[in-house]
């Protein structure tokens, strides 16, 4: 089976700085993939890459088998990528519902409101925040806030979905029932996952392949146990001892 996603070449500068160096990245319908590397790694622009944010220097994104590099992001997000944000940001002045009714909206799927409210809760369900859907956004937790860019993310209808650090911020019982949500993701709506995280045990733990990032280049790729004992990898953690430590140990 061809991968839904190739990322070939992608070269990103900014200025003087390559915050992408030539990145070649297949990813194949329904796994998750784990994509790591130390802060400035690259991991966000590479995102931006790929839902259309930022145009490479030089590259490609072919999705599905579709070259759609350089596609403004509504289109891209029309064709069922969709990204969530590692600072979130909801229309605080909106509620739940109301949040992920406007995702439904402007998802893959063209729909009515009505559909998009129906769409919206049954999302909303599915992460567990239906005793939320009135509340303002802004009044939510860390936890809420990140379930309500899962529900925003469901409700576009999405065919792969880019996960930027939801696991940040919460504590080990929240990161649990994320991990849990982000594995029915896949295994009950068939999503195709990468996920970006900080948080090792729990990347090592959800992910069945795992790609490393380091000064934007490429570094290491295959399952966990394998990326967890290549020794550039370690060494591109060593630089931060705290993390490089929870690599080796893979906590839990
Ligand atoms: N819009 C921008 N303008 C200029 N430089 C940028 C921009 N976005 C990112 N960078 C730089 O590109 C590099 C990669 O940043 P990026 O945010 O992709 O890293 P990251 O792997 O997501 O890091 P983190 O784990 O801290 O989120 C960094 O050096 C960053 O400062
Ligand atoms: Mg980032």
């Known amino acids: ?16 700085l390559v915050a992408l160096d030539n990145v070649d990245l297949d990813v194949d319908e329904e796994e998750i993939l784990g994509l790591i590397g130390p802060n400035g790694a690259g991991k966000t622009t590479l995102f931006n890459v790929i839902t259309g944010h930022y145009k490479p220097n030089s590259g490609k994104v072919v999705f599905e088998g579709k070259d759609v590099t350089g596609w403004p ?4 997000a029309r064709m069922g990528i969709v ?15 109301e949040n992920v009714t406007v995702a439904a909206l402007f998802g893959r799927e063209r729909m009515s409101t009505r559909d998009a409210r129906r769409k919206a809760l049954e999302a909303i369900e599915f992460v567990g925040l239906s005793q939320k859907d ?8 860390v936890h809420e806030k990140k379930m309500l860019e899962l529900a925003r993310a469901l409700a576009a ?8 650090e939801v696991l ?20 009950e709506r068939r999503i195709t ?20 990032l380091h000064y934007g280049r490429k570094i290491a790729e295959g399952k966990p146990e394998e990326v967890a ?17 929870k690599f080796v140990r893979r906590e839990r």
């Not at 990204?83 to 519902?97: A, E, G, N, Y």
């Not at 009135?134 to 937790?141: P, T, V």
């Open 229 to 245: 004992n290549d020794h550039e990898v370690i060494t591109a953690y060593l630089g931060d001892p705290e993390l490089a430590l």
């Open 73 to 76: 992001p509504h289109e891209i």
């Open 134 to 141: 009135d509340e303002l956004a802004s009044m939510l937790n």
């Open 157 to 164: 209808s999405p065919k792969i979905v880019l996960l930027d």
């Open 1 to 16: 089976m061809a991968p839904i996603l190739e990322i070939k070449g992608i070269t990103k500068k900014f200025g003087n």
């Open 83 to 97: 990204k969530t944000h590692q600072i979130v940001r909801p229309f605080s002045d909106l509620t739940v519902l």
């Open 193 to 212: 996952i990468i996920i970006v995280e900080h948080v090792m045990h729990a990347v090592m733990n959800i992910a069945e392949r795992i790609a490393v």
């Open 168 to 187: 940040a911020g919460l504590n080990p019982a929240e990161v649990a029932n994320a991990l849990d949500i982000v594995r029915r993701l896949r295994d």
